[in-house]
């Protein structure tokens, strides 16, 4: 999927087709939201101003280009995973040793999301400080996504987890999703407000 053209992508999810789905989106946020704050460190970098954070900013580049390929690379994971978790329950498996290890698998890709998406929302806080002001919104609207894959990512974890069996593995998994968006939404609130 990660070759697809945006138009394709995007006529393939309209579609009947199951995938690419909401993981799929919620990577592909992730990604857009990594290529902005890479757009702001482009601009910024060589700017008189702003040549005392050079090391820093080249150091958050370097970081975030590797999240946003990977989060090309997590469209069609996510995809592959969900597939398997359909063959699945169209074999009207219902044995948790099947059923419980497809699940977490399929909530593996929106679990990485929230990772990447919480790197991703510390260096957009640490971004309005030193980078080029002339790009600030920019900064703000990769927030925007960073919150919209976060958003969806947990939605997608938590369909998953509803079904497991194991309850202290249930427990566990919801638990840090709750925790890891929470620091999310509320890093992206303090950018959001600063950037205002």
Do not use: W
């Amino acid at each position: 999927m990660k070759k697809h053209s945006l138009e394709s992508f995007i006529e393939k999810l309209a579609s009947k087709s199951p995938v690419p789905g909401g993981g799929g989106v919620a990577a592909l946020n992730l990604s857009l939201g990594a290529a902005l704050l890479e757009m702001v460190i482009n601009l910024s970098l060589g700017k008189k101003n702003l040549l005392q954070f050079t090391e820093q900013l080249e150091s958050y580049l370097k970081q975030i280009d590797s999240i946003r390929i990977g989060a090309l690379e997590l469209i069609q994971k996510d995809a592959d995973v969900f597939l398997e978790l359909m063959e699945l329950y169209q074999n009207k498996t219902d044995d948790p040793e099947q059923l419980d290890p497809a699940l977490i698998k399929a909530s593996q890709s929106g679990r990485d999301i929230l990772v990447h998406c919480l790197l991703l929302a510390e260096f957009a806080r640490d971004l309005i400080s030193i980078s080029n002001k002339n790009v600030s919104s920019d900064i703000g609207v990769a927030v925007a996504n960073i919150i919209a894959a976060a958003q969806s990512a947990q939605s997608n974890i938590l369909i998953n987890t509803k079904f497991l069996k194991d309850l202290a593995l249930k427990i566990e998994v919801e638990e840090e999703t709750k925790n890891r968006s929470e620091k999310i939404f509320e890093l992206c609130r303090e950018t959001m407000t600063s950037l205002n």
